[in-house]
């Protein structure tokens, strides 16, 4: 009697619960993934070092570009990484406008990322004047960026994420003091350098892992001038054997964080053998972190985006801190937010110093935040005022005058709580 009784509300309830289950699974956060090949398919102008005036000589290993798209019940945000030196504004624009069109998904809802890989195509990224080849390419590109868009908006799933912190010690301070006194590209281990790496875990509803969002602050700069043929650097081989670590073609999507004064330990040189070390050590890093990575169903889904000014300047011509700085034009910086759940990934269209990351970092309401650079743009080196009084490559080249740090960082921070 009693299992009649048991066995009849259980066929009651079931259903309710079932039905309870679904509408609770409406407000939580579904994810599309996608990924495709972008390596040129043609000698190309390379970008990364000025020395580098003919085209490349081979390919080396693929290019890819990879996708995450968001979809919450009220909002939807899209995610691109790419293995490129850095996307110019035009570009960014005209990619995310023909999204939009294709897709309803609103242009400041999107994020295009580079890894910042010095062995890739030139798009115009530095360079104001590129052969046809280039030309055709950067076409090809942007068509590809837009077809993986769409396959990752066509069918997102139900997921979970999870994020984890780990270490990983094969980036260094470039800003090394010579003997003349003045501060140049090299090894400086006593400078400052961020070391954490960030990784995004996400699995489908079956707890199978379909893609991982990696960052780790450091330039993709293991192969130098010398090297012709086409790379996607350390960024591509992490992803690689995180790859061959999972057993099969999961989506990672690697970006860079706050490294404008920051390079591998090993290159800028001709030896592959570097890049693959450093990607190996990142990917090992990855893998061990997410083993320890609990996830939950996402149920928040935000996005913002913010802009300032700052007056600009022009080059000079040695590594010597300057009394005057010749004007240029105002330098507009683009700030981009989207925050998943206690997640906030926080996009900045240049090249910041890593103690500029630090600050943001330290001084963040969210634990959970990473700092994400060559994204929506590229307004070039953003450096510390330090920098300035100290001279150096990065404050030589910069189009920003001195006195941008602390209002960037309020900004920033600004942007942050306001989720």
């Given at each position: 009697?009693?299992?009649?009784?048991?066995?009849?509300v259980?066929t009651?309830?079931?259903?309710?619960?079932?039905?309870?289950?679904?509408?609770?699974?409406?407000?939580f956060?579904?994810?599309?993934v996608s990924?495709?090949n972008?390596?040129?398919?043609?000698?190309?102008?390379m970008?990364?070092?000025?020395?580098?005036?003919?085209?490349s000589?081979?390919?080396?290993?693929?290019?890819?570009?990879s996708?995450?798209?968001?979809?919450?019940?009220?909002?939807?945000?899209?995610?691109?990484?790419?293995?490129?030196?850095g996307f110019?504004?035009?570009?960014?624009?005209?990619?995310k406008?023909?999204?939009?069109?294709?897709?309803r998904?609103?242009?400041?809802?999107i994020?295009?990322?580079?890894t910042?890989?010095?062995?890739?195509?030139?798009?115009?990224?530095?360079?104001p004047?590129l052969?046809?080849?280039?030309?055709?390419?950067?076409?090809?590109?942007?068509?590809?960026?837009?077809?993986?868009a769409m396959k990752?908006?066509?069918?997102?799933q139900?997921?979970s994420?999870?994020?984890?912190?780990g270490?990983?010690?094969?980036?260094?301070?470039r800003r090394?003091?010579?003997?003349?006194?003045?501060?140049?590209?090299?090894?400086?281990?006593?400078?400052v350098?961020?070391?954490e790496?960030?990784v995004?875990?996400?699995?489908?509803?079956?707890?199978?892992?379909?893609?991982?969002?990696?960052?780790?602050?450091?330039?993709?700069?293991?192969?130098?001038q010398?090297?012709?043929?086409?790379?996607?650097?350390?960024?591509?081989?992490?992803?690689?054997?995180?790859?061959?670590?999972?057993?099969?073609?999961?989506?990672?999507a690697?970006?860079?964080?706050?490294?404008?004064?920051?390079?591998?330990?090993?290159?800028?040189?001709?030896?592959?053998?570097?890049?693959?070390?450093?990607?190996?050590h990142?990917?090992?890093?990855?893998?061990?972190?997410?083993?320890q990575?609990?996830?939950?169903?996402?149920k928040?889904?935000?996005f913002?985006?913010?802009?300032?000014?700052?007056?600009?300047?022009?080059?000079?011509?040695?590594?010597?801190?300057?009394?005057?700085?010749?004007t240029?034009s105002?330098?507009?910086?683009?700030?981009?937010?989207?925050?998943?759940?206690?997640?906030?990934?926080?996009?900045?269209?240049?090249?910041?110093?890593?103690?500029?990351?630090?600050q943001?970092?330290?001084?963040s309401?969210?634990?959970?935040?990473?700092?994400?650079?060559?994204?929506?743009?590229?307004t070039?080196?953003?450096c510390?005022?330090?920098?300035?009084?100290?001279?150096?490559?990065?404050?030589?080249?910069?189009?920003?005058?001195?006195?941008?740090?602390?209002?960037?960082?309020?900004k920033?921070?600004?942007?942050?709580?306001?989720?």
């Open positions: 009697m009693k299992r009649k009784i048991l066995f009849t259980i009651i309830l079931l259903p309710a619960l079932l039905i309870a289950q679904n509408a609770s699974n409406k407000n956060v579904k994810l599309g990924q495709i972008i390596t040129p398919d043609q000698p190309v102008i970008s990364g070092y000025d020395a580098r005036k003919t085209p000589t081979g390919i080396h290993d693929s290019l890819f570009a996708a995450l798209f968001f979809s919450g019940e009220q909002n939807e945000a899209l995610l691109i990484s790419a293995d490129i030196i110019p504004f035009a570009f960014v624009d005209s990619v406008k023909v999204i939009s069109e294709k897709t998904i609103p242009t400041d809802h994020m295009i990322i580079a910042h890989d010095h062995g890739g195509p030139a798009i115009h990224t530095y360079e004047q052969p046809q080849s280039n030309e055709d390419y950067i076409q090809t590109l942007k068509e590809k960026l837009v077809t993986l990752a908006m066509s069918n997102p139900p997921f994420m999870g994020i984890g912190k270490k990983c010690n094969m980036n260094i301070n090394a003091v010579f003997a003349d006194g003045g501060v140049w590209l090299g090894r400086n281990p006593d400078g350098c961020d070391h790496l960030d995004i875990k996400f699995v489908d509803a079956k707890n199978n892992l379909i893609a991982l969002f990696v960052n780790w602050p450091c330039h993709g700069t293991t192969m130098g010398e090297n012709y043929q086409l790379t996607g650097d350390w960024p591509a081989s992490a992803a690689r054997y995180i790859r061959k670590l999972a057993g099969k073609n999961i989506v990672v690697i970006t860079a964080g706050a490294s404008a004064n920051i390079n591998p330990i090993y290159g800028p040189g001709n030896d592959f053998n570097e890049s693959e070390a450093v990607g190996y990142v990917a090992n890093e990855v893998w061990r972190v997410i083993d990575i609990k996830t939950s169903p996402d928040s889904l935000k913002v985006n913010s802009n300032i000014n700052f007056p600009g300047k022009k080059g000079w011509n040695d590594q010597f801190p300057q009394t005057s700085l010749p240029g105002d330098v507009n910086i683009r700030l981009t937010g989207l925050k998943l759940d206690d997640i906030v990934l926080c996009g900045i269209s240049g090249e910041l110093m890593t103690e500029m990351g630090l943001v970092k330290k001084e309401s969210y634990s959970n935040t990473i700092i994400i650079t060559h994204c929506n743009g590229l070039g080196y953003i510390t005022d330090k920098a300035f009084s100290e001279g150096g490559y990065e404050p030589k080249v910069s189009h920003l005058m001195p006195g941008a740090e602390r209002p960037l960082v309020r920033f921070l600004e942007m942050i709580h306001s989720f």
